[in-house]
């Protein structure tokens, strides 16, 4: 994430996402939490706030794939 408190990992065989808390890595620690794979999965992933994270396929282009909310606990088709 852009401050720096989270780690997110795609392009797992199960089209998972894994988010991870920087801190707790830093402590050797893994608190992580797993977002399921979509049909069709997610193989790229990026932070568009500190809260929100944008889910992609392969060749999905910004303005395609998710926007999961992480707050929220939501997801929603991408605006763009």
Do not use: C, M
């Amino acid at each position: 994430s852009a401050d720096g408190k989270h780690v997110a990992v795609a392009g797992f065989a199960d089209d998972r996402i894994e988010l991870y808390d920087t801190a707790a890595l830093l402590q050797n620690r893994a608190v992580r939490d797993t977002l399921a794979g979509a049909p069709g999965g997610f193989a790229r992933v990026a932070f568009l706030s500190p809260t929100k994270l944008w889910l992609g396929g392969p060749t999905d282009p910004p303005d395609a794939g998710v926007v999961f909310d992480l707050a929220a606990r939501t997801a929603a088709p991408s605006a763009g």
